[in-house]
């Protein structure tokens, strides 16, 4: 009897010695919740463990350190895991490293800190990125204007802009909403708080938030945005010359009467020749969105995500990756961007060839990085004022909130020296 208790004591023990690694394998066939997979990685990099981001393998798997605490972690968040030897991993990775195969092994080094531009008041829609990054468990700082002011942002890697009106207009939800109590009271609030930043406008602090943001991103951060607070950030940059381009009803006095031919477009990120929407009941920016100019259906309203050189171009593969090429499209303020005006410096990561639009672009600037993602909610086709939140329990594997967590996790990458 004492044979055989020892006899399975030493199988059991080499079973663990040769088990040297953790595959979260991230395809459509292995993975229950691909979501909660990069919340799992994440606890790993808080760790302080490194992780290899598997690029192109299995849709973007995550091969990890083995160990007890890891396996109850995905066991306990219900993520999909498999248990390799040495063996296996190296075989792994000694094919992903052949010059044949479009794969690479990117290393991930550290949790990165995250912080979140959002209003300190709850507004009564919903952000994507805070549902996604909760659900997840991936923590997260909220700040707003006077943080950001106050020059915070530096003690963060990765910050994303909420659904954001940087040019002072409130939305532009005037039209359908100025006798809203919900809209009066922002309005309230928005005044307050420029006022106590020490701004006469609305406006003018907002203007004020975008130029220290583009700082930041210069100086080195990850900026990533979504829906209003892509185009609206880069109209306040091109009117960063004391440019007025709000009406009375905004900012209590007339918009300059020249205003679009005062654009500075050398001073945005990624839109270029736009033309902003003069009339104040229109719910519209710019020219850069395509909301209004689509033609197609909800039933076919799909983009694709554009194919990388995972060894020559990691940056954009870590972006896309995902079990799918095709994601489901959703509306926004702000849906999609007019491929006309993106400039050529620009990287377009997903599009809908068919309306010409890009969905999902990505750029450099100065030694920072930025992300611009169009529409409001992956889950959720055409979100309104008022909408109950999306669950994300019953989208566990959304390739649409993939794409957001890939960006979450691309400042742990080990870094390597990029053009700017």
Request: negative net charge; proline residues 4%.
């Amino acid at each position: 009897m004492k044979k055989i208790l020892f006899s399975l004591f030493f199988f059991l023990f080499s079973l663990k010695m040769i088990a040297s690694a953790i595959l979260i394998p991230m395809d459509a066939e292995s993975q229950k919740n691909h979501l909660k997979a990069y919340g799992v990685t994440y606890w790993i990099l808080a760790k302080q463990q490194k992780v290899q981001w598997l690029l192109n393998y299995r849709g973007g798997s995550f091969l990890l350190p083995d160990g007890e605490d890891i396996r109850k972690e995905c066991q306990i968040r219900g993520v999909s895991f498999e248990v390799l030897s040495d063996s296996e991993a190296n075989a792994i990775l000694a094919t992903i490293a052949s010059p044949s195969q479009n794969q690479e092994a990117v290393i991930l080094e550290k949790a990165p800190k995250i912080a979140v531009y959002t209003p300190k008041g709850l507004q009564p829609w919903d952000d994507a990125v805070t549902m996604v990054l909760t659900y997840a468990e991936i923590p997260y700082e909220t700040i707003y204007d006077e943080e950001v002011l106050d020059d915070k942002l530096v003690l963060f890697d990765w910050l994303h802009l909420h659904h954001e009106d940087f040019t002072g207009q409130y939305g532009k939800f005037y039209a359908a909403y100025k006798a809203a109590p919900w809209y009066l009271e922002s309005k309230k609030e928005a005044e307050a708080l420029a006022a106590k930043l020490g701004f006469n406008k609305v406006s003018e602090s907002k203007r004020a938030v975008a130029l220290k943001i583009r700082n930041y991103v210069i100086g080195g951060g990850f900026m990533f945005a979504m829906c209003s607070a892509t185009d609206s950030f880069d109209i306040a940059l091109a009117a960063s010359d004391n440019v007025d381009i709000c009406e009375a009803m905004f900012d209590g006095d007339p918009s300059d009467a020249n205003y679009q031919s005062r654009l500075d477009f050398t001073k945005t990120f990624a839109f270029t020749n736009f033309t902003l929407e003069r009339n104040p009941l229109q719910y519209e920016f710019s020219s850069i969105d395509m909301t209004q100019k689509r033609s197609i259906i909800k039933e076919s309203d799909y983009f694709s995500l554009m194919d990388f050189s995972a060894k020559w171009d990691p940056i954009p593969t870590m972006l896309c990756q995902n079990h799918t090429s095709l994601v489901k499209g959703f509306m926004g303020q702000t849906t999609s961007f007019e491929r006309n005006e993106i400039k050529s410096t620009v990287l377009v990561l997903g599009e809908n060839k068919v309306n010409g639009e890009a969905r999902y672009i990505h750029g450099i600037k100065g030694k920072g990085f930025f992300t611009f993602y169009g529409g409001h909610d992956p889950e959720d086709y055409q979100h309104r004022v008022g909408d109950p939140k999306t669950e994300l329990a019953l989208h566990t594997s959304s390739p649409g909130y993939r794409l957001i967590l890939n960006n979450v996790l691309f400042p742990a990458a080990k870094k390597k020296k990029q053009k700017t």
